[in-house]
């Protein structure tokens, strides 16, 4: 029975998540990733082809890009390989990684708790959540990085009884892999740290040490390898993005960037802000998930026969430790980075359940009541979402008109995002200044959201800008084409 429930948690995952990658827009990040995956495998380089290249300042990013780390990237030009290019080929890479990241969150609670039942309520409640879902069906690497330092986490206390010596070296591999994929690797570095020393101390040996070092060595020659390449263009470029938009604001105010967290973070993530162009309805319900999430560490702290067991404390503290870190080295708030502990809080919801499931305080039929409850809200966001197909609905309508009314000089101004529509060989061009550095005049610009939201935010950040983009449109461009999701505007 418990082996069809964790089966059936997989099946709801992969369903939910893949009806998401197909009915949900593409988003710009997405566009942008995809640009040096498609040119690595139709061209055989890793450049980003859809930016406008003209005084812009990350210098020769369409040769190589530098301003992400490269793995998700090569992980997405080997998905075109093998599928051919699309959106979905590229979200099928998050897909398959939030598989990885349910596996390893099942074994972290199953070492942790020693209860396979409090590890089959975590894989439920992790494989049904709103996060997981909406990130796997995202083609961004947030969830690739989370699922790697999750699988570095639940490898260390699987092998560390039986061979500490694997636990490190398999651990930190994977470690370092990660780093290759994003930089918020940090916070699960930070966990096996802590838990090697936290557990194992006393077993540690200087041999074990260097043995860690190998995998750092070994991934630092390749990242070194893969920066000289350009230096130049790796310094511009990496550094334009770990700056941008106050990235790195916090780590000056981290009391502040904490209580952000709280403020702004999560309030967006779950339905208190602003939504994006083409969502509608009841969004604030999603808001009820932090109940969940608040029960979990307010439960598992007040209950004394868990806070008292040495390995959930282990727990709450890398719970901490994946907070804070988020908090300070993150000043943009990004949601998509709480899918690194969205999983800790589930697990430690799952603790809970598990204490009552074990000692019959409710009658079983509650208990299965209030699991249903706990992924009924995000499963029933999911499928809101998936019904209300901004792609089919809002993007794919777009993309028809604007093919239907431009000829093939026409250039087309807009997020990286239309090239899923229009293709990365056409005459897309991507800036997100519209021709304020260049002067240049494009047939059609298509804005959404994304586009509405950047141009709010520079307000502060760019105020000559601000005023040149709405007197562009109104005196340079007329409303040829508006949906819900998007805008076109086409040159007088």
């Not at 390449?229 to 511009?236: G, L, N, R, V």
């Not at 999560?266 to 602003?274: E, F, Q, S, V, W």
């Not at 080295?329 to 499931?357: N, R």
Request: glycine letters at 8%; hydrophobic letters at 50%.
């Amino acid at each position: 029975m418990k082996r069809l429930v964790f089966i059936a948690a997989l099946v709801i995952y992969l369903v939910v998540a893949t009806g998401s990658s197909l009915t949900h827009r593409p988003q710009i990040d997405e566009g942008m990733f995809a640009s040096p995956a498609y040119n690595l495998a139709n061209h055989g380089h890793l450049g980003t082809t859809v930016l406008e290249k003209e005084k812009a300042t990350l210098t020769r990013i369409d040769e190589r890009t530098y301003w992400v780390m490269p793995l998700f990237l090569l992980s997405t030009s080997a998905s075109f390989e093998a599928f051919g290019f699309s959106l979905f080929s590229m979200r099928l890479v998050s897909i398959l990684f939030g598989l990885l990241l349910i596996i390893a969150a099942y074994f972290i609670a199953l070492k942790i708790s020693e209860d396979d039942i409090v590890a089959l309520f975590a894989a439920v409640f992790i494989a049904c959540d709103y996060m997981v879902l909406e990130t796997a069906s995202s083609a961004r690497m947030d969830i690739m990085s989370a699922a790697l330092g999750y699988a570095a986490i639940a490898t260390y206390l699987s092998l560390r009884e039986r061979n500490l010596l694997a636990a490190v070296v398999v651990s930190h591999t994977l470690l370092v892999i990660d780093g290759l994929t994003h930089p918020n690797a940090i916070t699960a570095f930070a966990a096996v740290i802590f838990l090697t020393l936290y557990l194992d101390f006393h077993r540690l040996r200087l041999p074990m040490l260097f043995a860690a070092a190998i995998p750092y060595l070994l991934g630092g020659a390749g990242f070194a390898i893969w920066v000289m390449q350009d230096p130049a263009a790796f310094k511009d470029q990496f550094i334009d993005n770990a700056m941008m938009g106050g990235r790195m604001s916090g780590a000056s105010s981290p009391v502040a960037n904490i209580l952000r967290e709280f403020t702004e973070r999560y309030p967006h993530a779950y339905g208190l802000g602003a939504s994006s162009s083409g969502h509608s309805g009841p969004i604030y319900f999603k808001a009820l998930m932090l109940i969940g999430y608040f029960a979990g560490v307010v439960g598992t702290l007040a209950i004394r026969d868990l806070r008292d067991n040495r390995m959930v404390r282990a727990l709450l503290i890398i719970t901490t430790i994946y907070f804070v870190t988020l908090a300070i080295i993150d000043g943009q708030k990004q949601t998509t980075y709480l899918i690194h502990i969205v999983p800790l809080y589930l697990t430690l919801l799952a603790l809970v359940f598990g204490y009552f499931w074990r000692r019959h305080l409710f009658p079983r039929f509650v208990m299965v009541a209030a699991a249903l409850a706990v992924i009924a809200v995000p499963l029933g966001g999911m499928a809101l979402k998936i019904r209300q197909n901004t792609r089919g609905k809002y993007f794919d309508p777009m993309i028809e008109f604007v093919k239907a009314s431009s000829s093939s000089g026409d250039i087309v101004m807009g997020g990286a995002d239309l090239a899923f529509g229009m293709g990365f060989e056409s005459n897309l061009l991507s800036d997100g200044r519209f021709g304020y550095f260049t002067g240049q005049r494009p047939r059609f610009i298509v804005t959404d959201s994304a586009v509405q939201n950047s141009w709010e935010g520079s307000r502060v950040s760019f105020p000559e800008f601000y005023e040149y983009f709405p007197r562009l449109l109104r005196d340079e461009y007329r409303v040829a084409f508006e949906n819900a999701g998007y805008t076109v505007y086409e040159k007088r």
